[in-house]
């Protein structure tokens, strides 16, 4: 799990958007202070934020879980670094919904995984370890695209379930 520190300001972040959103504003008052976690695991809302378009506050923090580098950051996201970097200057910057998808991608990814090996730093081991059932790759070269993500996804729940490949 994240340190109660980033999870605090993960929650905050993810309030702030849906009050800020379209979506967020016909919600009722006790589903607007949703966690970062119930964000992460509801598909319409993780939908309507990706059409929306994901600020950059909540992917800074985003990236704070991930095993990722801006460096790769900005391969995922087929930029330069120097274009990322320029996102970060930009006040309020939203990222296009192409680059959101991926962010929230990576984020349940990284959300399944923590809640299946109990911590980051297990999640983190597993993600850069070859996998046999992936084809002996790392499942963390796997999560650039949507198909590899699938693959992860539906390793971690074989995991979960204890059917070892």
């Known amino acids: ?5 980033i999870h605090t300001k993960l929650n905050r972040e993810v309030s702030k958007l849906l009050k800020k959103s379209d979506y967020g504003k016909n919600l009722p008052k006790s589903e607007a202070n949703i966690s970062y976690d119930d964000f992460i695991s509801n598909k319409l809302l993780l939908v309507m934020m990706i059409r929306q378009g994901i600020p950059y506050s909540l992917f800074k923090l985003i990236r704070e879980i991930t095993p990722f580098t801006e460096k790769e950051w900005a391969e995922i996201f087929n930029i ?27 984020a349940e990814v990284i959300n399944v995984g923590n809640d299946i ?4 730093e297990k999640c983190n081991l597993w993600l850069e370890t070859p996998n046999f059932a992936l084809g002996n790759m790392k499942p963390l070269e ?3 695209d949507s198909y590899g993500k699938e693959l992860v996804l539906a390793e971690l729940v074989r995991i979960e379930h204890g059917i070892l490949s």
Request: positive net charge; proline residues 3%.
């Open 142 to 144: 796997l999560l650039k």
């Open 80 to 106: 330069s670094a120097k274009s990322l970097q320029r996102y970060s200057v930009e006040p309020d910057y939203t990222f296009k919904s192409i680059y959101s998808e991926k962010i929230l991608e990576i």
């Open 1 to 5: 799990m994240q340190s109660s520190s």
């Open 117 to 120: 090996f109990g911590n980051s």
